[in-house]
């Protein structure tokens, strides 16, 4: 059988590659030893898309079946396999029982810091909630109760055992660590000062003038060395992220959130995609619709491929339809899949003689077809030689309830355009009020106090389900992403 790669399945496992990181933009495939395998090394300023994506040889994965049946709780244990630093390290002559060691002693620290450590979060139906969005099911992640209270600790979790791999491989120097960097103030840096105080590792946050005075104060208690950014003069872009740009070029490590800066970020956030496969198969059950809120994109882009994957290796039967969901105070990314989508059709229309669907739910459900497959991968290529045509910072000042969806760019737009695209999704703005009832009621649901950032994507069901766009009998799903903090 000839794999991806172009080798053949008789390659002996121990050689064989089983999982590559591979710039959508240019193509570039990162080198397996690379001790920083996370941005791009063509990404220089010009307009192709240079973000890292997973292959995975899902034929080359060992036990594929089982792991998704697996009862350990721990996901870094369970979905270990399918992990690319999991596999990288297994390269470069890692053991299974050292990653296992090494999972489970960051853990420990993680639990010493932050009163639990990294487990299956509850993924389960709500029929509150699927009888105010009139379906059959309303299947809800709860990210609430993870590490630092919100999904984020996972990306940073699946980088930092790399970063550990790589040093017990050799590829790090283990003496003179240098420091992680972030730009948040919000719950990536909090998850990103848990885990990194875990690993007992320097973590340098930019912070704008403007954060939240307790988010500091805990960042503070976490050990993390705050600097806070103001606006420099005749300084376009945002301060933070000057700054945060500033540490790497002195050879600090890419600690974010974000798949633009740091491409592995979206291996631990895959978790969350394998947990939900595992539930749906032990439950017997499927999802015919997920609703992820997207601030800059590393959520719902590790919430797509992940379920890629999951059907890849037989564990899904196929991809729900995805909507992504932003707030009317930014949507950078509805802008982009709106100007693609219209890029797409008018090609597809020019050839064809066709007109053009006149809804976002038809023109969706067409661009999914095969019929137009080679017009998508045609307008998918082009987005990611000329990004600018499709993403810029939004121009106003953002503001909303959902603050931490206000990225004024979406840096993952293309893997959830791509995976909209390819679902016959398509994607939702939502207003403030929409975005209040969501919140109240997942607070009724599950009687714990999400923020409204975590409901965002429930927003979206509430005012898909306004539109009468689901079906009575469908079955829907969304993750409510973060707490309230107090
Ligand atoms: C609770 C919560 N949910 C969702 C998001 C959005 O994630 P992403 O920026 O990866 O789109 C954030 C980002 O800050 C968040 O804090
Ligand atoms: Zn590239």
Not at 113 to 140: C, K, M, S
Not at 215 to 222: A, K, M, N, P
Not at 340 to 346: A, D, F, K, Q, V
Not at 360 to 366: P, Q, R, V
Request: hydrophobic share 40%.
């Amino acid at each position: 059988m000839a794999l991806a790669d172009g080798r053949s399945a008789a390659t002996p496992a121990s050689e064989r590659v089983v999982s590559e990181l591979v710039c959508r933009g240019c193509g570039h495939v990162v080198a397996a030893d690379a001790p920083r395998p996370f941005r791009c090394p063509n990404a220089d300023g010009d307009d192709v898309d240079h973000v890292l994506r997973r292959r995975l040889h899902a034929a080359a994965v060992e036990k594929a079946g089982e792991v998704f049946a697996g009862a350990e709780p721990n996901p870094f244990l369970r979905y270990a396999p399918l992990l690319h630093g999991y596999q990288a390290a297994r390269h470069g002559g890692l053991g299974d029982a050292e990653w296992r060691v090494m999972v489970e002693v960051l853990d420990e620290a993680v639990a010493t810091v932050n009163g639990h450590g990294f487990r299956e979060t509850p993924f389960g139906t709500d029929p509150l909630i699927a009888e105010q969005l009139g379906v059959a099911e309303a299947w809800v992640k709860h990210e609430w109760g993870n590490v630092s209270g919100s999904h984020k600790g996972r990306h940073l979790m699946g980088v930092m055992l790399w970063l550990q791999a790589a040093e017990q491989l050799g590829l790090e120097p283990a003496g003179e660590r240098p420091p992680l960097a972030i730009a948040s103030c919000g719950n990536a840096a909090l998850a990103a000062a848990v885990v990194a105080q875990a690993a007992q590792r320097r973590l340098e946050v930019f912070v704008p003038t403007h954060a939240n005075p307790r988010v500091l104060e805990r960042l503070s208690i976490l050990g993390a060395h705050l600097h806070t950014c103001p606006r420099q003069a005749g300084e376009a872009g945002d301060p933070c992220y000057l700054r945060f740009r500033d540490a790497l070029s002195r050879g600090a490590v890419p600690f974010t959130c974000q798949g633009n800066e740091n491409g592995l970020t979206i291996d631990g956030g895959k978790t969350l995609a394998w947990e939900m496969a595992s539930a749906l198969e032990r439950h017997g059950s499927r999802i015919d619709r997920v609703l992820l809120h997207v601030g800059g994109g590393a959520l719902a882009a590790s919430v797509i491929e992940g379920l890629r994957e999951a059907r890849d290796l037989g564990a899904v039967p196929r991809l729900p339809r995805v909507h992504a969901v932003q707030t009317k105070g930014a949507y950078p990314l509805a802008r982009a899949y709106e100007l693609l989508s219209r890029h797409i059709l008018g090609r597809w229309a020019e050839e064809s003689g066709e007109p053009v669907p006149e809804t976002a739910a038809e023109s969706a459900a067409l661009l999914a077809t095969t019929e137009l497959r080679f017009f998508v991968d045609e307008g998918l290529d082009h987005a990611s030689s000329h990004r600018s045509e499709f993403m810029w910072p939004w121009e106003e000042e953002p503001h909303s309830i959902a603050d931490g969806i206000l990225d004024d760019e979406t840096y993952d737009w293309l893997a959830v355009t791509e995976g909209m695209l390819e679902t016959g999704g398509w994607p939702i703005v939502v207003d403030e009020e929409t975005l209040r009832r969501a919140n109240a009621l997942a607070r009724e649901a599950t009687a714990t106090t999400p923020c409204h950032t975590g409901t965002a994507g429930l927003a979206g069901a509430l005012a898909l389900s306004g539109d009468g766009a689901l079906d009575p009998a469908e079955s829907v799903a969304l993750i409510v992403s973060g707490i309230e903090r107090g």
